[in-house]
């Protein structure tokens, strides 16, 4: 069994600034990539951010600047600092970890979600 479990969600002002956490744990081997995806009311899921298991980062360009990945490998945890935070980050955010189960199998695992909601 792998858990998946983000935190960090709520309210924030335009222009502020909010902190998400995931953490993966259970019967794991091996982790290739965490990354954030986002769901908007009507909208389909999109991928935020991610970061591989040598570093390597990719953003979507609607929050290049803005948000930070990072993840540290010896707690299989992944956060995400978004910042300058904008009405349209408002979404939905999902924590993924790609990852390999100590009976071998390589699959997806997705968090329930946090709600992100950005307004004055």
């Known amino acids: 069994q792998v858990q998946v479990v983000e935190s960090g969600g709520g309210l924030v002002q335009p222009g502020g600034s909010l902190r998400l956490s995931c953490a993966a744990s259970g019967f794991i081997l091996s982790i290739n990539s965490m990354g954030w995806y986002r769901q908007a009311p009507g909208k389909q899921r999109e991928l935020v951010a991610a970061i591989t298991s040598i570093g390597i980062t990719y953003y979507a360009d609607s929050v290049k600047g803005r948000f930070t990945i990072s993840r540290d490998r010896g707690e299989n945890t992944v956060d995400l600092q978004m910042n300058s935070l904008k009405p349209e980050d408002t979404a939905v955010y999902y924590c993924?970890?790609?990852?390999?189960?100590?009976?071998?199998?390589?699959?997806?695992?997705w968090g329930r979600g946090t709600q992100v909601t950005v307004s004055s």
């Open positions: 993924n970890a790609n990852l390999r189960t100590t009976n071998g199998r390589l699959s997806d695992y």
